[in-house]
């Protein structure tokens, strides 16, 4: 074993994390009692109930859910639980899948630059408000998305093209947007095929996506064509050029404007985005690259498009975590992003949902200046962190446990 992958064995470092451990547990648990987004929660407790009555192969005969993969972790808690038992079920829901988070940010991150970095990285996410914010307070368990995210690019880093590719569309499955981690995925696939001068590694990968795909929505009976129908039937609920994200549209337009003459800007912009987040893989297929993949795939996604909404960063505190554990320049960026996202978040509760927050500070929070000043930083930090990252910042990653 490497120097690196010795941090696995530094008892130290795994007294620090089950502290770090402990504490975020301790802090998510009188979180949940916190009241977040009651339409959120009561729309998840219907789908809850909707799987207890009928099971996976009556639900989407008259219902719906863009969210399958989470309908299997709703399903019991709906047989179990009821009323307000239930909404706070659904909320603790995020706590385990943070701590899996944290405990796989602290793996593959120890194994590769020491034990003391792996509990940097998993305390970066575990101790951050906006996750906190996000899933005990919010309601939402965004984690689950992020943690087959995050197992997707270290199976890619690792050239299992295949797994790779099938938690890659369980990731989607989980939320759509988390499905945007297949795209390096497919990159990879195409890169081997070509090196190797064989189609196996487009086939393991596609195999890896019908087997992802049909593991989840196999027992729902949910077919892909019904499936984009209801994530484009969503999409058109909240037609806003800035849901709550302050990203370019919420700096030149606010969050009340609708996106009617820009939608179409926006999606090309993500196109070009999304392909442009692929260009390091030319040269280097390791962790550290895929991370930073990741990271690109990310902000493209919140930064470019319309309708983006406030938590659709939230991945991205975790993808972070390890690169911002072993570069200072990275450090700094990752705690602006995390500070300003931290009070978009407060921003959309406060403005959204009876959570409340002392007068006088809502008063400077709820205005177009906040969303400016907001849209700014984050801006400049999402800048800095991608001239960082393509410039090999992180670069202790790349070394193999």
Avoid: C
Wanted: net charge neutral; proline share 5%.
């Amino acid at each position: 074993m490497t120097a690196a992958g010795s941090g696995l064995r530094d008892s130290r470092a795994w007294l620090a994390l089950a502290a770090i451990l402990a504490v975020a547990v301790g802090i998510r648990v009188p979180a949940l009692g916190v009241t977040g987004h009651l339409g959120d929660v009561l729309v998840v407790s219907r789908w809850a109930e909707r799987m207890a009555d009928v099971g996976p192969l009556g639900f989407y005969d008259g219902g719906g859910s863009i969210y399958p993969a989470l309908l299997y972790l709703y399903w019991p808690l709906g047989m179990l639980f009821d009323g307000d038992a239930l909404d706070l079920a659904i909320k603790a829901l995020a706590v385990p899948f943070d701590v899996g988070v944290g405990l796989l940010l602290f793996g593959i991150t120890a194994s590769r630059a020491g034990g003391w970095a792996g509990v940097g990285a998993a305390a970066l996410y575990l101790l951050n408000p906006a996750v906190i914010l996000a899933g005990p307070v919010w309601g939402q368990i965004d984690a689950a998305g992020t943690l087959v995210m995050l197992a997707a690019l270290l199976a890619a880093a690792r050239a299992r093209l295949g797994l790779a590719a099938g938690l890659a569309v369980i990731a989607g499955l989980v939320k759509p947007q988390f499905g945007l981690v297949l795209l390096p995925v497919l990159v990879l696939a195409g890169i081997a095929s070509r090196r190797q001068r064989s189609l196996w590694p487009v086939a393991w990968t596609l195999t890896g996506m019908v087997v992802g795909y049909l593991v989840i929505a196999g027992p729902l009976l949910l077919s892909p064509l019904e499936h984009a129908g209801n994530i484009g039937g969503v999409t058109e609920i909240r037609q806003e050029a800035s849901v709550h994200a302050p990203n370019m549209w919420a700096l030149l337009l606010g969050y009340e404007r609708l996106d009617t003459g820009f939608g179409g800007i926006g999606l090309a912009m993500l196109v070009v985005g999304l392909a442009a987040a692929q260009l390091p893989l030319r040269w280097h297929r390791d962790l550290r690259t895929l991370l930073a993949v990741g990271v690109f795939v990310i902000f493209a996604f919140y930064f470019l498009p319309t309708r983006v909404h406030e938590r659709y960063l939230f991945p991205a505190m975790a993808v972070l975590a390890p690169l911002a554990a072993v570069s200072r320049p990275v450090l700094a960026g990752y705690l602006a992003l995390a500070a300003a996202f931290t009070l978009s978040m407060l921003y959309a509760l406060a403005d959204t949902t009876p959570f409340t927050l002392p007068q006088q500070w809502e008063e400077v929070l709820i205005t177009r200046e906040m969303v400016t000043a907001l849209s700014i930083v984050m801006i400049l930090a999402a800048i800095t962190l991608v001239v960082q990252l393509s410039g090999g910042a992180g670069r202790r990653l790349s070394s193999r446990g």
